[in-house]
């Protein structure tokens, strides 16, 4: 079992900030890429930042130059700096990950993880 535990989320008022973070435990042997994703009501759930194991980022167009994802591979945690927030930013957002498991009886397993989600709401 892996889990993805998000946190950080909450209430502020437009150009203001927050920084959820998400950490992952269980069986691990080793965690690609790393992110985020958001959906707002009604609408479909979409990529706002992504991170490989060795640093490469992707963000959604909206996002960038606001937002800044970082991870700290010792913590199996990843960040999420949000700056400049918008009304429009207002979604649940999610935590994924891709986590490659091993056991000695299945070899390697390669399984994508989602968190609970954490509620982000920028006020006007």
């Known amino acids: 079992q892996v889990q993805l535990v998000e946190s950080g989320g909450g209430l502020v008022q437009a150009g203001g900030s927050l920084r959820p973070s998400c950490a992952a435990s269980?069986?691990?042997?080793?965690?690609?890429?790393m992110g985020w994703y958001r959906q707002a009501p009604g609408k479909q759930r979409e990529l706002v930042a992504t991170m490989t194991s060795i640093g490469r980022t992707q963000y959604a167009d909206s996002v960038k130059g606001r937002f800044t994802i970082s991870r700290d591979n010792a913590k199996n945690t990843v960040y999420l700096q949000m700056n400049s927030l918008k009304p429009e930013d207002t979604a649940v957002y999610y935590c994924?990950?891709?986590?490659?498991?091993?056991?000695?009886?299945?070899?390697?397993?390669?399984?994508?993880?989602w968190g609970q989600g954490t509620l982000v709401t920028v006020s006007s």
């Open positions: 269980g069986s691990i042997f080793r965690l690609n890429a």
């Open positions: 994924n990950a891709h986590v490659v498991q091993y056991t000695t009886t299945d070899g390697y397993r390669s399984l994508e993880v």
